[in-house]
């Protein structure tokens, strides 16, 4: 069975392109977030396998709304994406329960590689 996976990024450019690679592998995006508060409220309606979440976002950041998500649903999978020279922050949100992370500028293989490693 494919795997439902929420997008957040807010930058539309980036969701586009993490679109495109994962529904060319047979995912299914069932939903996109431009920031934080948007990213938790899409998780609460569309309970997908999987979120890919930007760490720096209007609004809420990745890592609180990470928090947030984890709050409802301590089994939320999710993994974080983050532009290089983030270390403090990819360290705090795998602590706070992100399965792994991948780096901007996307490279196909990479976000399949973490994604597989997550959620199969």
Wanted: with cysteine.
């Amino acid at each position: 069975m494919a795997k439902n996976i929420l997008i957040c990024d807010d930058a539309a450019f980036m969701r586009m392109m993490i679109k495109d690679i994962l529904t060319k592998n047979g995912y299914v995006v069932v939903g996109e977030a431009e920031n934080g508060a948007k990213a938790v409220e899409k998780y609460n309606e569309t309970k997908p396998d999987l979120v890919l979440m930007d760490i720096t976002m209007p609004e809420m950041d990745g890592i609180q709304a990470l928090k947030k998500i984890k709050e409802g649903d301590p089994g939320a999978m999710v993994i974080m994406c983050s532009a290089m020279g983030q270390q403090a922050m990819v360290i705090e949100s795998i602590q706070s329960g992100a399965k792994d992370f991948i780096v901007k500028p996307f490279q196909a293989d990479r976000v399949l590689e973490a994604v597989k490693k997550v959620v199969g």
